[in-house]
């Protein structure tokens, strides 16, 4: 059951138009299905533990043994009235992404899964891969599925971009609960990673209210090149990729403001 529709039948002003017009008629919405209603934005606040628990992505069979094949799909769905303007990018990761968690690399060798072609609207598309389960896992150990990695489709918004299921591997090596994060005390932008780079890098940043959020890189001439995240973000801590293949070798510079929060970061793409 999805948890949330579009409806655009409501009239809205009539120059201004419903929020439908200005928001889901303009941009995709490619997301998976999460508890929005633990949300803070939306409802019950809860842990970024629990509100990222995933409907959207499965793991066959429920609980692995190391060396078995682990069927791994993803069902992406685009909540918007408009179509994706291209096919979406699902990346798999053990482990949160956010935090040190690495890629998992399918049988066939790659790492991206795409859908096999734009997602229309309101429509859903699903991807998969096979996956050989690793030893010595956790008992908290977890399966996490970002939709978009790269940032290639502008969104209504990314907050519904990543989420997680639970591996239990049969060998877990403990009983331990991975603890719930704690809510930043700040805002803060890091230094991208790595840096020098070419042509990806990742910038992290932390938020530590509601805010409209926005983070742009810009050439020494100060012409904004790209836009990383440009939306209304809960608290928490992320991280926005930059790939910089189209652009020349130089020092750019990354800036965030968030609320009344601005700082800047210098980055230098070597060829």
């Known amino acids: 059951m999805i948890d949330y529709g579009v409806d655009p039948s409501s009239l809205g002003d009539p120059v201004l138009g419903t929020f439908w017009d200005k928001n889901y008629l303009t941009k995709a919405d490619p997301a998976l299905v999460l508890p929005w209603r633990l949300d803070s934005l939306k409802g019950i606040f809860g842990t970024e533990n629990i509100r990222f628990y995933c409907k959207s992505l499965h793991v066959s069979p429920a609980a692995p043994a190391p060396g078995d094949t682990a069927h791994i799909s993803v069902t992406v769905h685009n909540f918007s009235l408009k179509n994706t303007t291209g096919p979406v990018t699902v990346r798999l990761y053990l482990g949160d992404p956010d935090a040190g968690g690495t890629p998992i690399i399918g049988l066939s060798g790659n790492v991206n899964l795409?859908?096999?072609?734009?997602?229309?609207?309101?429509?859903?598309?699903?991807?998969?891969?096979?996956?050989?389960?690793?030893?010595?896992?956790?008992?908290?150990?977890?399966?996490?599925?970002?939709?978009?990695?790269?940032?290639?489709?502008?969104?209504?918004?990314e907050d519904n971009?990543?989420?997680?299921?639970?591996?239990?591997?049969?060998?877990?090596?403990?009983?331990?609960?991975?603890?719930?994060?704690?809510?930043?005390?700040?805002?803060?932008?890091?230094?991208?990673?790595?840096?020098?780079?070419?042509?990806?890098?990742?910038?992290?940043?932390?938020?530590?209210?509601?805010?409209?959020?926005?983070?742009?890189?810009?050439?020494?001439?100060?012409?904004?090149?790209?836009?990383?995240?440009?939306?209304?973000?809960?608290?928490?801590?992320?991280?926005?990729?930059?790939?910089?293949?189209?652009?020349?070798?130089?020092?750019?510079?990354?800036?965030?403001?968030?609320?009344?929060f601005v700082s800047s970061k210098k980055m230098l793409l070597v060829r």
């Open 161 to 260: 971009n990543k989420g997680f299921v639970s591996l239990r591997p049969s060998d877990a090596t403990g009983v331990e609960e991975e603890p719930a994060p704690e809510m930043p005390a700040q805002f803060a932008l890091s230094q991208n990673y790595p840096n020098p780079f070419n042509p990806t890098t990742a910038v992290s940043y932390q938020l530590s209210a509601v805010s409209k959020t926005k983070i742009a890189v810009y050439d020494m001439l100060g012409r904004e090149v790209t836009v990383l995240v440009d939306e209304l973000k809960s608290p928490g801590r992320y991280t926005a990729t930059w790939d910089a293949s189209r652009y020349a070798s130089g020092v750019y510079v990354c800036k965030m403001t968030a609320g009344g």
């Open 114 to 157: 795409t859908t096999a072609q734009a997602i229309p609207a309101r429509e859903r598309a699903t991807v998969s891969t096979d996956w050989i389960v690793p030893g010595g896992l956790s008992s908290s150990a977890r399966v996490y599925a970002v939709v978009d990695p790269d940032n290639a489709i502008q969104e209504v918004h």
